[in-house]
């Protein structure tokens, strides 16, 4: 089953970095393995760039921003470079979905929702790059004042391995819309698709410089990128501790940072909602990407009236879940690397050991390598709103359950913990509708909906230590840019 991919990505077993339009190595030649999370097998690598490597990736993007045909290109040629690369991606709409696949072992269908998505984002800001504009501002007699919005320079983006393809979209298209260039340094876990896009990126007529990929180590290339001097704005999407480090790092020379960093969201079910309708979103919210997902939604609280009758209907479809290889497009693929399975069934034993009550278990296809990295999905119940589960990140297919008797304690629970990036709201209640979507901590409220994979239009970050910042939307094209405030005296 997992032999017939080989031959789709077959054309490039070592990919390489990508530095002013050139594709290239190391300067020491480094590598790093290439593994497919679906059978733990290595299929190609990567260049495991260091300190030099990030140095010339900076200047070539530096002189991108000052001296190339980029540094005067008119706002609608930078957002026809975006639209051109949109259609390239379109067409290697396959071999993307199915590389992405099988670099970070979701199954292919997500792949392709990824690629969807990804698409999206270049449309969204190819459109968007002449549509910003600054202000005008009534102020003294005799004087007109006016500002514009300016690119910051050489932008470093800093990506996770869970969506790489989607997150590299959302950072390339709202820096190159407003003019910036860029670095962009993949999670060493997940580079492939990366390096694909910033070929396209090439063959979309992109100026050499203006798009830089990196590949390489967080503690190496990521590191050196976001304590360079080089560097004038950094945007990340990981987890909280890198986030602080890299934060710590800009710090050095006071640059500007965007801070995607996960989140531990819940969804609040109130007894008068369409369970029917909830439940497979519920699901989904949870099980999408193998809960690999920052806005996974992971706790569920439940209005303790029908608290027993939605945990059955959770436990019986969870009972279903079924993990395996990316290829075979089950309802999740593996984790993405053997640390993070086990980091996730440390949370699963720990949980019980605790004593949580285990509603449901998934299970892993039979057919599934067992050099694989999979996690049967778990269900847990009448969760401690202070246990470890509740509070922290897991990053996989681990959902919890927790009761309320009022909106007052839904609430104080859903904000019990020091995420805030999303919230689903179940409820036919319009007055409680608009109360709770207020008064939940979280860049984004979905009610009778929940879901934040696409919906590219829409502004997505963290309060609390979810992050800061946004991305996504046109609130995007404010962060990678800054205001230029000019004033002229006329009287
Ligand atoms: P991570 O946050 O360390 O990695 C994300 C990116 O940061 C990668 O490109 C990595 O190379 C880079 N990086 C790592 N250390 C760095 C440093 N010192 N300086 C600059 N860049 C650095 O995440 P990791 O270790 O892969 O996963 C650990 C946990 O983080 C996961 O279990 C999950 O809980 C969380 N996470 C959350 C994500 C989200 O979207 N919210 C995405 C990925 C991980
Ligand atoms: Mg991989």
């Known amino acids: 089953m997992l032999q017939n991919l080989t031959r789709i990505v077959a054309q490039d077993k070592n990919f390489l970095s990508i530095i002013n339009g050139r594709r290239i190595g190391a300067v020491t030649g480094k590598t790093i393995p290439v593994i497919c999370p679906s059978d733990g097998l290595e299929f190609a690598t990567i260049p495991a760039c260091g300190v030099e490597d990030v140095n010339h990736a900076v200047s070539a993007a530096r002189h991108a921003f000052d001296k190339g045909p980029f540094a005067r290109m008119p706002a609608f040629e930078r957002g026809r470079l975006l639209t051109r690369l949109g259609l390239l991606i379109e067409k290697h709409g396959d071999e993307l979905a199915a590389l992405e696949a099988r670099d970070t072992g979701k199954p292919i269908r997500q792949g392709k929702a990824d690629v969807a998505a990804t698409i999206r984002y270049y449309e969204f800001y190819g459109g968007a790059a002449d549509k910003i504009h600054g202000d005008t ?6 004087y007109t004042a006016l500002t514009l919005r300016e690119p910051h320079g ?40 990366t390096i694909r896009i910033g070929e396209l990126a090439i063959e979309a007529g992109f100026p050499d410089g203006v798009l830089n990929i990196i590949t390489g180590f967080g503690a190496e290339a990521g590191a050196a990128l976001s304590a360079h001097p ?40 109130f007894a008068d909602a369409d369970i029917e309708r909830a439940l497979p979103v519920l699901i989904n919210a949870i099980i999408q990407n193998g809960g690999q997902t920052c806005s996974a939604g992971s706790r569920i609280l439940i209005e303790r009236s029908i608290y027993r009758d939605v945990a059955s209907e959770l436990g019986a479809r969870f009972d ?7 290829d075979a497009d089950l309802d999740l693929g593996p984790m993405i690397n053997a640390a993070q399975k086990r980091r996730v069934e440390n949370y699963i034993t720990g949980a019980a050991e605790a004593g949580g009550e285990v509603i449901a278990r998934g299970s892993i296809h039979v057919d599934a390598p067992l050099t694989g990295f999979y996690v049967a999905p778990v269900l847990f119940g009448t969760v401690d709103p202070a246990a470890v589960l509740a509070q922290e990140e897991v990053f996989g297919p681990v959902l919890s359950l927790f009761s309320f008797d009022d909106e007052e304690e839904a609430i104080r629970l859903a904000n019990g913990t020091e995420y805030g990036l999303v919230a689903g709201v ?3 209640d319009g007055a409680r509708q608009h109360r709770v979507a207020k008064r939940v901590r979280a860049g984004q409220v979905y009610v009778n909906a929940y879901g934040a994979g696409g919906g590219v239009e829409l502004p997505f970050g963290g309060f609390k230590r979810s992050g800061h910042g946004r991305e996504k939307g046109f609130e995007a094209l404010y962060d990678m840019s800054a205001t230029k405030t000019i004033v002229f005296r006329h009287d």
């Open 426 to 428: 179940w409820t036919k």
């Open 154 to 193: 050489v932008v470093a983006g800093i990506t996770p391995w869970n969506y790489p393809m989607q997150i590299m979209a959302r950072v390339v298209g709202a820096a190159i819309a407003m003019g910036n260039t860029l670095v962009i340094k993949p999670a060493e876990d997940a580079s492939l698709s």
């Open 320 to 326: 279903n879940l079924v993990a395996g290889p990316h």
């Open 230 to 269: 080089g560097v004038d704005y950094v945007t990340f999407t990981g987890s909280p501790v890198t986030g602080t480090a890299i934060q710590q790092a800009a710090a050095t020379h006071n640059r500007g940072v965007t801070m995607e960093l996960g989140g531990k969201s819940p969804q609040l079910v």
């Open 137 to 142: 501002i009534p102020f003294l007699d005799g």
